[in-house]
């Protein structure tokens, strides 16, 4: 198990590092793909589907709607980072009255709770991880900064880890995940704030057109750090609402997108705007 699970993880950052350096169409064709696949891992957790686990229509709405976001979010960007907001807040008012419209020209097919539950895992997962391509292909030095979210993301994580099994003595949340330790989320906090320091101070500062002040990005990833958990705990929490283990089984070892994935879409948006926040 552990060697399938670290072979598919190794196999995982080898494909993240192509499709992050070469960026452009190969990164929106991706992160669409992975989209879709996190908004079925994420209705069907919630029930949305049918019985028999069939696409039922706000599954479908759901993934059309999300490929109507990334092509109307790509167009947007082609042209300039202030034009694709209010393009991609337009494709999101979109889906939530797309999904209305299926609510009550269903009606009484579907409840109330399934069709928020499809609307909440159009926002988690597609919309989410588009802040990956915002960051990649909307800002300058995109290409270098795109690695702070992994860094807060996964960086943290391992971290988190080391010390955690290193010196964790007090559970964290242990109805979620009964291994995280309070010791380990600040190793993982003040892990990333430092990864952060050290990928500012060797990498941005130094190859790119921009200067990171360091408080700064070791403040970023504090925080980005800590959101990434709390994203890593909410997807546990769904799972353990609704009884299952993983999201999936696309990823050998891992689980599904879902379960590989879950810090890095929450990391994503609080990346970008605190870069944002800074070159304002």
């Not at 579907?110 to 802040?131: D, E, K, R, W």
């Amino acid at each position: 198990m552990f060697r399938t699970r670290l072979l598919s993880g190794i196999l995982l950052v080898a494909v993240a590092l192509v499709v992050l350096l070469t960026g452009g169409a190969l990164l929106a064709v991706v992160l669409f793909l992975v989209s879709l696949i996190a908004y079925q891992e994420l209705t069907a957790a919630c029930k949305v589907r049918g019985e028999k686990m069939e696409p039922s229509a706000p599954v479908k709405v759901g993934c059309v709607m999300t490929l109507v976001y990334y092509a109307v979010m790509g167009l947007a960007l082609a042209r300039n980072i202030t034009v694709a907001f209010p393009a991609m807040i337009l494709a999101i008012v979109a889906a939530f009255l797309a999904f209305l419209f299926v609510y009550v020209f269903t009606f009484p097919r579907y409840h109330a709770n399934q069709i928020m539950a499809a609307m909440v895992s159009f926002l988690y997962g597609p919309v989410m991880l588009s802040f990956l391509y915002l960051i990649r292909e909307g800002l300058n030095e995109g290409i270098y900064l795109v690695w702070f979210v992994f860094l807060a993301s996964w960086g943290s994580d391992t971290c988190a880890y080391c010390v955690g099994v290193l010196i964790g003595k007090h559970k964290m949340a242990p109805e979620l995940s009964p291994k995280k330790s309070v010791e380990g989320a600040v190793g993982g906090v003040v892990g990333a704030a430092l990864l952060f320091v050290l990928y500012a101070y060797f990498v941005i500062n130094r190859y790119t057109g921009m200067t990171l002040p360091l408080p700064f990005a070791a403040v970023l990833g504090a925080v980005g750090a800590l959101i990434s958990m709390v994203g890593d705990l909410a997807a546990s929490a769904i799972k353990r609402d609704h009884g299952i283990k993983d999201y999936g089984k696309l990823i050998p070892g891992h689980g599904g997108i879902m379960d590989r994935f879950d810090s890095v879409i929450v990391a994503a948006p609080v990346v970008f705007m605190g870069i944002m926040l800074m070159t304002v």
